[in-house]
């Protein structure tokens, strides 16, 4: 973690709102120039491994510690030692159920590793896993009522006579508690809400917290968060001691407590539209599942206060251009579009009908079209969110709030379903490697209020159930909203019938996902991508030809993520000039490809996947796999565009004997010098012939060797620039630990093969493969 841990420079903005250490706040007019609006908008987010990943490692361990430590130091963790220790630590129902179902093989068990991954039981009774399905008929007692709100003619604008409207109609929760006693995971969830509801209800409410690039988005979607946890909890008792805390908590963040909120005016921080987004839908949640609890004069506080601080802000980044607030509207295809309108959305729905001014009705008027021709888009064609992986999940949560309560005030989706998203599900599944998320470009900000549970969703919706397989099993499920979007009439494993690759190929993207086993964290994951260096809403590095290798429980050539939103000029643009790539963790310099010169690649770079192939092995119903003899698959692309001075660079990857080997093969041409360089967290110990280089994690090995050509030698570095690189506008962070494993060539035309080769206890010896040409690359060129 301590890779993290160096990277939050911007806490020291955390408490000085609108203070003097905020360089973009104007003293005297309370506003910033635009100009200087479009630079904060763009600065950054705290790194959500800060708050995310320790708060869920305590909440899954508080709950789960049992089952977990029960499996991970034992292979068979149905083995009556694991049982035994898990059940010692359990404490709770859930977690009695939990085990109940491990015990069964019908679990998997959540993780306390540190990549949060959910440790599988290696169970071999293939019986006891089902091929996945709906299986309505015969698990009656937990499947949805059918709806009987289905008007004609649906508008955004005509909602549903009966309340709540917003994702949760009260036909769903008449029998959520009769699912909830008959499904392990709905009733972990439900405890874990009440868990949080009961954590929450003792705790101050939030705090105003500015900071300086990501506004007071941390603080917005906490209040979100809570606001879902205690209407969740006022619903399923019945007992107003939740929604009283709950109005402490909304008269908090209108400023109504003893010492305000934030500044007079525009509180919800417009500027910064996520921050007003957030509360807004918060608002409109609070509003419509504690409906009957509230007072009239509760009511109408709320939507006074709603109306004054985030659906006017909603008015005026439609209709003012003199505003910048609105920028979202146009042409942004990312997340940004995805949660303003969803927010918008979900607040208006709530309110309208009791909203007096018309603002519910005008917004509604504008959002769902604005979403259709923006946010729709997130995906592209093949379902890859293209402001990379870690946006996947603000982008799909803004997106299945705003559809999923569409559909249930009004009756309709309008269209927000399309194929991409149905895609966006697996492309999900696909990139999240064996230790970790392929985590090519910025890995950004907090993820607590936004889950990876809009693949319940979409699983619901569009009738794929291994989605909602295998989310279940994740770390992030326990969520209000799983509570509804589950289907719990699902059944199997999501590995059976899955194949173990994928390749996408939206000319934006294009990336390959293999790997020789969906259940066992200590298999192998091979990611690459090639893909264009622009049109991702700057959230690209400079990576053609980027790839991870994770092996034995590691990720063993890495990325290194986002680098500091709050540095000068990080967002600035995508142009070649930018200063952000000027970064090291965002120039060609600080990604696992060719260097050619010490030059970033070229912004205009469009690659084209040139072969890829698949034995395409589907994993089988057992937890238990390993693929047949000659399982192999291997892509590659022409990332030649990408460079300057190289008239040929293609690079493919694939896998060797049977999928426990990488060989990684460039054929370049170049009139420059160029570098093969590869990021690791690992130790690095290069033979002393410089032929190959033996990486170390935690006493697991990979020997990375290079087999052609025969002049080419390993060098090592830290992860830092070269002196002649130019200085960026801020320092770079540090990246500690992280070594570079480089080989350095003169100008010239080479194949140049580098193979890895995990040493495996127990497991198979490593091979050395022929050397072909990619061209004649196939399914059998390598045995
Ligand atoms: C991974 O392998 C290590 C031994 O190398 C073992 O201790 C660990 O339990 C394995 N993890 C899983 C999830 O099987
Ligand atoms: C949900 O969890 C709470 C807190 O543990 C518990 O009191 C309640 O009985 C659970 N609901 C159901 C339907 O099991
Ligand atoms: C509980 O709170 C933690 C910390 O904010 C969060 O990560 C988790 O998703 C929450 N879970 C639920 C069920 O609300
Ligand atoms: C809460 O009140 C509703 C409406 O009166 C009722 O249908 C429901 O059963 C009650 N729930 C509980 C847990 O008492
Ligand atoms: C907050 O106080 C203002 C001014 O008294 C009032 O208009 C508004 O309705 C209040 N809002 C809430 C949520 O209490
Ligand atoms: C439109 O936005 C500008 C810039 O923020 C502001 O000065 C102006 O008052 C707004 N117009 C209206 C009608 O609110
Ligand atoms: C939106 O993008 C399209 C296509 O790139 C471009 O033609 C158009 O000018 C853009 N519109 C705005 C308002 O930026
Ligand atoms: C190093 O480990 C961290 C997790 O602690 C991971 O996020 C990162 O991607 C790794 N870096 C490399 C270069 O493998
Ligand atoms: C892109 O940003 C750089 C600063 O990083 C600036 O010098 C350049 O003018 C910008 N280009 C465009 C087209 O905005
Ligand atoms: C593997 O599947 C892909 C995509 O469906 C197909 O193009 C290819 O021919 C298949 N290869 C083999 C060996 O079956
Ligand atoms: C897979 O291979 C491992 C190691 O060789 C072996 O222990 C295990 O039984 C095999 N599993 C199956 C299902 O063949
Ligand atoms: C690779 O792309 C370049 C253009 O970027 C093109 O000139 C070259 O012919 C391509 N090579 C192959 C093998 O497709």
């Known amino acids: 973690m301590s890779y993290h841990q160096a990277n939050n420079t911007s806490t020291q903005n955390l408490h000085s709102p609108y203070g003097a250490s905020d360089p973009y706040y104007n003293q005297s007019t309370g506003y910033l120039s635009p100009a200087m609006e479009e630079k904060r908008r763009t600065r950054g987010v705290s790194n959500w491994i800060k708050f ?8 899954i361990i508080g709950v789960v510690v049992g089952a977990v430590v029960g499996t991970r130091h034992s292979k068979d963790s149905t083995s009556p030692e694991a049982k035994a220790s898990a059940s010692a630590a359990a404490s709770s129902a859930s977690v009695n159920s939990a085990l109940n179902a491990l015990a069964t093989g019908k679990f998997a068990t959540a993780t306390n590793s540190l990549y949060m991954m959910p440790i599988y039981p290696q169970v071999t009774d293939t019986s006891v896993f089902v091929s996945p399905t709906f299986a309505s008929t015969a698990k009656a007692s937990l499947t949805w009522p059918s709806e009987t709100f289905t008007p004609a003619a649906p508008a ?20 959520l508690a009769d699912h909830i006693s008959n499904d392990p995971y709905l009733s972990y969830w439900n405890e874990s809400i009440f868990g949080n509801a009961t954590t929450w209800f003792n705790a101050d409410p939030i705090p105003y917290v500015y900071d300086g690039g990501n506004g007071i988005l941390d603080p917005a979607r906490q209040f979100k968060q809570r606001a879902k946890a205690f209407s969740y909890a006022y619903r399923m008792t019945n007992n107003t001691k939740w929604a009283d805390r709950l109005f402490t908590e909304i008269k908090n963040v209108a400023g109504n407590n003893t010492g305000g909120w934030g500044p007079d005016g525009d509180k919800w921080n417009s500027n910064h539209f996520l921050d007003t987004a957030e509360l807004s839908a918060g608002f409109g949640i609070a509003y419509d599942w504690v409906y009957d609890a509230w007072t009239d004069e509760q009511k109408a506080a709320i939507r006074q206060s709603l109306i004054q601080y985030g659906l006017s802000f909603g008015v005026q980044a439609y209709t003012n251009s003199s505003s910048f607030i609105g920028w979202w509207r146009t042409n942004t295809t990312g997340n940004w579009n995805c949660v303003c309108n969803g927010g918008l ?4 729905l709530a309110i309208l009908g009791d909203d007096t001014t018309g603002t519910a009705e005008q917004l509604l008027g504008l959002t769902v079209n604005n979403a259709l021709n923006n946010c729709a888009g997130g995906p592209t064609s093949d379902g890859t969110w293209s402001e990379t992986q870690d946006y996947w999940y603000f982008g799909t949560t803004g997106y299945a709030e705003m ?24 492309s999900h599944m696909y990139g999240q490697g064996q230790t970790q ?14 889950t990876a549970n809009s693949i319940f969703f979409f699983a619901s919706q569009f009738n794929e159930p291994v989605l909602a397989l295998y989310q279940r099993d994740q770390y992030d499920a326990p969520d209000p909203w799983s509570m509804f979007w589950y289907d719990a009439s699902v059944q199997g494993a999501f590995w059976d019938g899955l194949p173990l690759d994928r390749s996408f190929d939206n000319e934006i993207d294009q990336w390959v996902s293999m790997r020789n086993t969906w259940t066992d964290m200590n298999g192998t994951f091979i990611g690459m991508k090639a893909g264009m260096n622009q049109g991702r809403q700057t959230h690209n590095d400079l990576d053609c030809g980027d790839f991870v290798f994770h092996a034995m429980g590691h990720t063993f050539a890495g990325e290194l993520g986002d680098g500091n939103y709050n540095a000068l000029d990080y967002f600035s643009n995508d142009t070649q000039e930018s200063a952000r790539w000027t970064y090291y963790r965002k120039m060609t310099e600080g990604q696992n490809t060719i260097l050619v010169n010490k030059q970033n690649q070229d912004v205009l770079a469009r690659p084209v996947i040139l072969g890829y192939d698949s034995t395409n092995d589907t994993q089988g119903s057992s937890s238990d796999f390993n693929v047949s003899s000659g399982s192999t698959a291997y892509w590659y692309a022409n990332i ?24 990684v093969q460039d054929e370049i041409t170049t009139s420059q010098s160029f570098q093969w360089r590869m990021h690791t967290n690992a130790t690095v110990d290069i033979a002393s012939d410089g032929k190959s280089a033996t990486l170390t994690i935690d006493g697991d090995e990979v020997i990375v060797s290079i087999l052609s050509p025969s002049n080419a030698q390993f060098t090592k570095s830290d992860a830092i620039r070269f002196s002649s690189d130019p200085t960026p506008p801020e320092p770079d962070q540090p990246n500690p630990g992280v070594t570079v494993l480089i080989i350095e060539m ?9 193979l890895f080769s995990p040493q495996w206890q127990n497991g198979p010896s490593s091979v ?13 060129s390598h045995n």
């Not at 995310?52 to 909440?59: R, T, Y």
């Not at 998320?437 to 936004?450: L, R």
């Not at 003169?746 to 580098?754: C, E």
């Open 52 to 59: 995310g990943v320790p708060v869920a490692i305590l909440v």
């Open 746 to 754: 003169d100008a010239g035309t080479y194949n140049l093969q580098v």
């Open 437 to 450: 998320m392929f985590a090519v470009g910025d890995t950004g900000p907090n993820k607590f209020s936004s």
């Open 768 to 780: 050395t493969p022929p050397s072909v040409d990619l061209a004649n690359w196939s399914l059998t």
């Open 345 to 348: 959305t979900l607040a208006s």
């Open 403 to 426: 559809t999923s309560a569409l559909i249930t005030a009004t009756g309709s989706d309008y269209g927000m379903l399309n194929d991409a998203y149905k895609l966006a599900g697996y």
């Open 156 to 175: 955004a604008t005509s909602v549903r006579p009966d309340r709540p409207r917003l994702i949760a109609p009260q036909y769903k929760w008449s029998v």
């Open 640 to 663: 030649t565009s990408a460079y300057f001075d190289t008239s040929s660079l293609l690079r493919g990857v694939r896998y060797i004997n049977d999928r426990t080997q990488m060989l």
